[in-house]
């Protein structure tokens, strides 16, 4: 199989060894964003939503996913994370409330952390539709997309 590094010699999907790996401070910034309608918005904003602080239970559940991206992504390694955070941001536009997501994870180890900040964004992004979705279903989850990570083999990446 060549250069591809999650097979093995038989061409079936194998974990990567990261043992021989150096080990280094490692963070990834991504982002995403979800779409609402002014109801949804007014609802969160003034705390008024039948399942409770909206963006406060988001936030844990982007925390949580990150934690556990290993069990979501079947070749990701489970990791040590030293810090998640997420940081909200809204975008408001002639009848247009964007919830902007960041998600910042940080670990000190043997492979990067890209996939439990995209896994992080996602499940604030879905924990937001699912409670919300009673008001309105069209709801439109919006790109999610690495911004920035840093350290590793790699090296450093600045989205431009």
């Given at each position: ?38 109801d ?28 556990n ?32 997501i ?15 900040a ?33 350290g ?9």
């Amino acid at each position: 199989m060549g250069s591809f590094t999650h097979f093995n010699e038989q061409g079936r999907a194998k974990m990567v060894d990261i043992s021989d790996k150096k080990e280094s401070i490692r963070t990834a910034v991504a982002k995403g964003s979800i779409e609402v309608n002014q109801d949804i918005y007014e609802g969160i904003q003034g705390g008024k939503m039948k399942k409770g602080d909206v963006l406060s239970v988001a936030q844990v559940a982007g925390i949580m996913a990150a934690k556990n991206t290993s069990q979501w992504i079947p070749m990701c390694h489970p990791l040590s994370l030293s810090g998640v955070n997420i940081h909200f941001d809204w975008e408001i536009s002639e009848q247009t409330y964007i919830l902007h997501i960041e998600a910042e994870v940080k670990t000190k180890g043997s492979t990067g952390v890209e996939m439990e900040a995209l896994t992080a964004v996602s499940a604030t992004a879905l924990t937001v539709y699912d409670m919300c979705k009673a008001i309105d279903k069209g709801m439109v989850i919006g790109r999610t997309y690495l911004e920035e990570k840093t350290g590793g083999k790699s090296g450093d990446f600045k989205r431009s």
